[in-house]
Every structure is written in structure tokens, then in C-alpha cells.
């Protein structure tokens, strides 16, 4: 049964979590003096559950290890900082082969931030470009506080490891690092490998990027098996996503009737929500207005590549004055031209579904 600790985070009460993190956060544990079975009864999972690498948890189980590993062993950020020094990309799965497929640095940040919940959902992730500077904001303030400083460690440990791998021998592309924390013992070590002074004690968690690094290319880029691996990251994103949320029935209104063209405000009246009482809720799960909104333009727009119509009317429906313009946005969505994805996926539809448009849907 949850714990009645948990029931108020909505992070713990809308998403499932795949397996692998709390499995690494148990042989953390085990290696640091915990009993295996004690974590096992902590995360309510059996030894069978564990070992299943399908399996999925919901988030309090991971928050109620964590908490149960800062309460027996300290040091909170520094054990987060050494569980997050033992992730790389491939620890990621399909979020890692996807963020490695990236064209160059942009793309690559923009996609980890719309699919961070596949790979590290528990903090949020936010790409802001503040003028010429790019930052990175990492959302916390809906998880336990007990818990945060653990996961703030582990995530910076785990960003700095990513950087490594795709661009080894390079600078590092952080500039500034602001944490909405005090200071921790461990801190030091994050800002040796950074090589920057952590500022603590502010209202946000930011990370501000070099400009530079954005734009550098990476020697394995595959936009085709970028668009593959976001399919299947929407795929395990929807599956995951607990019954009831509102990020559902924003994409469910959305679908409805063309009401994709509706502003933010007017879906949250729809709802009879308050902007304010929608922006909070969609920040607990994870997401926002406009990655919701692009969800649904992305589904729609792919919809009717594959049934035949062309770009100029897909643009012009989707509320685009140039085709080139939605050409563009396309491309930032899935990594390839809307040309190219047609090519590409257009003939396989057709030989599954000869006498209808795509997704099973009648041309009208």
C-alpha cells in the first residue's frame, strides 16, 4: 500500500518509472551497509520485480528509498552525487540512443527536456534561451524536500557523465550553476568536474549553458533513428502516465474538432480549470502547455503527410503563413523534414492501409 506520506506529491501519484533507477539505487544501498531486504520492503517490491527488466514502479516507491538512504547514510548530496557518477547514456535506454542520435548540441538539450520523463522523470527539465544565453532549469518544487538535495546530486553527476560521453575531451558547456539549495558537504566535487563555483541559496536550479555548445555536431547523428526512438518515447510516456491526468484531457480536448487552433486559456475555461490551478498541475506531471500542444500538432501533422496531403496545406492548416516555416518546425519535432518522413514512413503505411489515410483514419 502508498505510504499516506506520499499521497500529497503529484509527481508520486500520476507516473510510473521504469525499473532500472531504483535497481541502481539498491545496489547503491547493499554497497553502502543497507540489507537488500530492507530496501526491498522500503520501495514495496519483491526480489522478482527487481529483477525484471520490464518492469514498472511508481514514482513514491523511488522517493520512499531515497528518503530511506539520506535518513540511514547522510550526506545527501554526495550520495546522489556518486549513484548519478554511475549513469551514462546507455543507462538511459531509448532516451540515451535518442539524445546520442541528436544532430548537434540544441537538439540534443531540446529532446532530453520533452522526454526527460522516460530516462530521469522525478526532476523536470526546462530549456530556456534567456536572449543569447541558453539555460537549462531543473524543477523541483514538487518533490519531497527531503529527498531533493539526493536528487539534485544525482542529476548533476549524471548531466556531467552525458556531456562526457557525447562530446569526450571537450570543455564542459556550463558556464554558471545556480542550485535553490544550501550548501552541501559534496558540493566541492561537483564544482571541480564543472569547473565553476555552485551558487546556492537561490529561488531557481539553473544550469546557463555556453552558446557555442549548442551548436557543436555530434559524430553519431541519425535523424531517422532519432524519429524512431520519439516514437517510442511518447509510447512510454503515455503508457506510464497514470490514469486522470490533466495532461490527458488537455490532449483529448486538443484532439477534438480542430480545438488544437484554442489558446491555453481557453483550454483550461474548457476544463474548467484556472490558468494558474492548469499551468501548476501540468508542471507536476512533468510537462507544459506547448510540449502538450506539439504532441497533438506533431500527431495531427504526421497524419496528414501520410495521407497524401501536401506540405503547403499541412502548413496552412496548422496555421503556418510559409510552408517553409512548418518545414522547420517539423524538423525541431521529430529530426526530419516533413520530405524526409514521408519518404521514409510513407510507403509503409500505404502497404498496411492501401485504402485509407494514415492511422486507419478515411480520407474524407
Not at 121 to 136: D, H, I, T
Request: hydrophobic residues 40%.
Amino acid at each position: 500500500m502508498k505510504p499516506q506520506a506520499h499521497s500529497s506529491h503529484s509527481v508520486a501519484d500520476r507516473y510510473r518509472l521504469g525499473i532500472a533507477g531504483l535497481r541502481q539505487l539498491i545496489a547503491y544501498a547493499v554497497a553502502h551497509g543497507l540489507e537488500k531486504d530492507v530496501c526491498l520492503r522500503e520501495a514495496a517490491v519483491t526480489a522478482m520485480q527487481l529483477a525484471d527488466p520490464d518492469a514498472e514502479i511508481e514514482a513514491w516507491q523511488e522517493l520512499k528509498l531515497i528518503q530511506k538512504i539520506c535518513e540511514t547514510l547522510g550526506q545527501d548530496f554526495t550520495r546522489g552525487f556518486d549513484v548519478g557518477l554511475e549513469q551514462h547514456l546507455s543507462s538511459l535506454g531509448i532516451l540515451g540512443l535518442g539524445i546520442m542520435s541528436a544532430a548537434n548540441g540544441r537538439q540534443a538539450a531540446e529532446w532530453s527536456a520533452r522526454f526527460t520523463q522516460v530516462g530521469f522523470p522525478l526532476v523536470r527539465y526546462q530549456l530556456k534561451m534567456n536572449g543569447v544565453s541558453p539555460v537549462v532549469e531543473m524543477l523541483h518544487d514538487h518533490l519531497p524536500p527531503a529527498v531533493t538535495a539526493f536528487l539534485i546530486g544525482r542529476d548533476l553527476a549524471m548531466v556531467y557523465n552525458i556531456h562526457q560521453d557525447l562530446l569526450s575531451g571537450h570543455p564542459i558547456g556550463v558556464s554558471a550553476i545556480e542550485l535553490a539549495l544550501p550548501w552541501h558537504s559534496g558540493m566541492e566535487r561537483a564544482e571541480s568536474l564543472y569547473g565553476c563555483e555552485l551558487q546556492v541559496g537561490k529561488s531557481t536550479t539553473r544550469l546557463f549553458l555556453r552558446p557555442d555548445i549548442l551548436q557543436l555536431g555530434f559524430s553519431q547523428a541519425n535523424a531517422f533513428t532519432q524519429a524512431q526512438c520519439e516514437r517510442r518515447c511518447q509510447e512510454t510516456i503515455d503508457r506510464r502516465r497514470l490514469p486522470g491526468s490533466l495532461t490527458d484531457e488537455i490532449r483529448s480536448f486538443l484532439q477534438q474538432n480542430g480545438n488544437w487552433r484554442c489558446s491555453f486559456r481557453q483550454a483550461a475555461v474548457a476544463l474548467n480549470l484556472s490558468e494558474r490551478s492548469a499551468r501548476r498541475r501540468l508542471r507536476e506531471e512533468g510537462t507544459g502547455w506547448r510540449q502538450v500542444r506539439e504532441t497533438v500538432l506533431i500527431e495531427y501533422a504526421r497524419e496528414r503527410l501520410l495521407s497524401g496531403e501536401g506540405i503547403p496545406q499541412v502548413a496552412d492548416e496548422l496555421g503556418y503563413t510559409e510552408a517553409s516555416s512548418f518545414s522547420h518546425a517539423f524538423k525541431r519535432w521529430t529530426g526530419l523534414s516533413p520530405a524526409q518522413f514521408c519518404q521514409n514512413y510513407g510507403e509503409r503505411v500505404r502497404a498496411f492501409s492501401p485504402a485509407t489515410g494514415a492511422l486507419g483514419h478515411s480520407r474524407a
